[in-house]
């Protein structure tokens, strides 16, 4: 309860702060790059070196390209049908195609499932969500983004100068050498890590509008669709149908790819011009509906 208790407070903080005009306009912007630049390079410096490789990997980091792969084919082909711009086309397979596996992930599948659930669902974030966004996701928002040559050298640049991608790949290769950071150095990273969540919450309450005439409407409810329940669904079929999948790591896997979206994916959509309002309530309205459709999830779960 209390992880969701300051959820919503930095969200509201956010928006006071842009109605009261305390900040400048684009204040969101320096929290953004923070956050890109400083906290997650340290999450996942971190996190990943303590990851250990096994077989039990294959369903959990499946979510996330399941679930990404997925958004890009889903919107791309609106896309193209409805003549939708790069813009808009961009935000919605990062946002949608993303899911929140930590910060709302961890405490509910800890408060459901035990520290047992808690394991697997840290691998699916870690190894999942974590590297599709800082590869995928960030190739897709340099592709969209407007004034971007994407000739494959140019998103590749993107890709490997991406702060985040650096600090993952040096995590990465900590892994096989057994090396971990220890005292001073795993306490910073740990600070620098545990802030993401309220800074990022506080650019998004800077940037979302409530407009009863936006365009976003439309697009908003498409997104969510996707997000909260065609992705669960996919998962299901998937693991459940397909594979026949059972038990505890494959219900985590359910849960997790019903989460609303990405905080991080909706600041990386918003660094680079896609359609930052939009992004910014794919998480403000996506949060609280999730709570009804978690619900919803966690009852098909209990049937597999």
Not at 62 to 87: D, E, H, P, Q, R
Not at 97 to 115: A, D, H, M, R
Not at 257 to 274: E, F, W
């Amino acid at each position: 309860m209390d992880q969701f208790i300051l959820l919503f407070l930095c969200l509201l903080i956010g928006l006071v702060l842009q109605w009261s005009k305390a900040f400048p306009a684009n204040a969101h912007l320096t929290l953004n790059q923070f956050i890109l630049n400083v906290s997650l390079p340290a999450i996942a410096l971190y996190y990943i070196p303590g990851i250990k490789v096994d077989a039990t990997l294959l369903f959990p980091i499946g979510v996330a390209w399941i679930t990404f792969a997925g958004s890009f084919l889903f919107f791309s082909t609106l896309s193209k049908l409805f003549s939708w711009s790069k813009s808009l086309t961009g935000c919605l397979i990062i946002t949608a195609g993303l899911g929140n596996t930590s910060f709302i992930g961890f405490p509910v599948i800890e408060t459901l499932y035990g520290k047992e659930g808690l394991k697997t669902a840290v691998i699916l974030d870690q190894t999942g969500s974590f590297l599709v966004m800082a590869t995928f996701g960030i190739a897709t928002a340099a592709y969209f983004s407007r004034g971007v040559n994407s000739n494959a050298m140019d998103l590749l640049k993107k890709i490997v100068a991406f702060p985040p991608f650096i600090a993952f790949l040096i995590a990465l290769l900590m892994i096989p050498l057994h090396w971990q950071f220890e005292g001073s150095a795993k306490f910073v990273l740990e600070r620098l890590g545990s802030i993401i969540t309220p800074l990022a919450l506080v650019s998004v309450g800077l940037q979302l509008k409530f407009d009863r005439n936006s365009l976003h409407w439309n697009y908003l409810g498409l997104g969510l669709l996707y997000k909260l329940m065609i992705t669960p669904a996919l998962i299901y079929f998937i693991y459940v149908i397909l594979l026949k999948g059972s038990g505890l790591v494959v219900e985590v896997c359910l849960m997790e790819a019903a989460m609303a979206s990405m905080i991080t994916a909706t600041i990386v959509s918003s660094s680079y011009g896609l359609k930052p309002r939009l992004s910014s309530m794919m998480i403000g309205f996506g949060i609280p509906l999730s709570a009804l459709t978690l619900l919803f999830w966690y009852m098909i779960s209990k049937t597999i």
